[in-house]
């Protein structure tokens, strides 16, 4: 068991989320379990409360609790990605129907951020050459979705 888990507070949209974060990151990932509210209607099946997932191996628990407190910048889920293709694909699907943003971050449909980066980036822009460094970090303040390629050539 996961002794610190990412808890992660929705409006309501919280199974559907897990549901579409599961099918996004295929590899050792699932839904681990679903509470319901007490509160229902008799003879109704309750609103879902939490739901525990697991992506990538690692696990989180979603919470359905209203609108007051919406998902901000100020915490992302980073995904490191072993080529520019897997780059382009989460891309692609963590964006659609939610907001690009600069330097390989988006929001996605549900407002949770995600920077998507690809391998190689810190060593862009850390190279030893400072001259180098600073034309990797000036392409990527350019860039919405990293493009790690450009990045080197810099």
């Known amino acids: 068991m996961q002794k610190i888990k990412t808890f992660l507070w929705f409006d309501s949209q919280a199974e559907e989320a897990a549901n579409f974060y599961v099918s996004v990151f295929k590899g050792d990932s699932e839904v681990l379990g679903v509470t319901h509210y ?3 209607s008799p003879g109704e099946p309750g609103t879902v409360m939490t739901v525990e997932f697991r992506l990538a191996g690692l696990e989180y628990v979603a919470l ?3 609108p007051q407190f919406p998902f901000t910048e100020a915490v992302s889920l980073t995904v ?4 520019q293709a897997e780059v382009d694909e989460l891309w692609e699907t963590l964006s659609r129907g939610g ?3 600069q330097c390989g971050w988006l929001k996605d449909k549900y407002g949770l951020s995600w920077q998507i980066v690809p391998r ?3 060593e862009a ?7 180098k460094a600073a034309r990797a970090m000036k392409a990527m303040l350019g860039m919405r979705k990293l493009d790690i390629e450009a990045l ?3």
């Open 38 to 40: 007490p509160e229902a």
């Open 64 to 66: 359905n609790g209203g």
């Open 80 to 83: 490191d990605c072993e080529s």
């Open 99 to 101: 907001e690009e943003s």
């Open 120 to 122: 190689g980036l810190s």
């Open 125 to 131: 822009l850390s190279d030893p050459d400072p001259a």
């Open 152 to 154: 080197r050539n810099a």
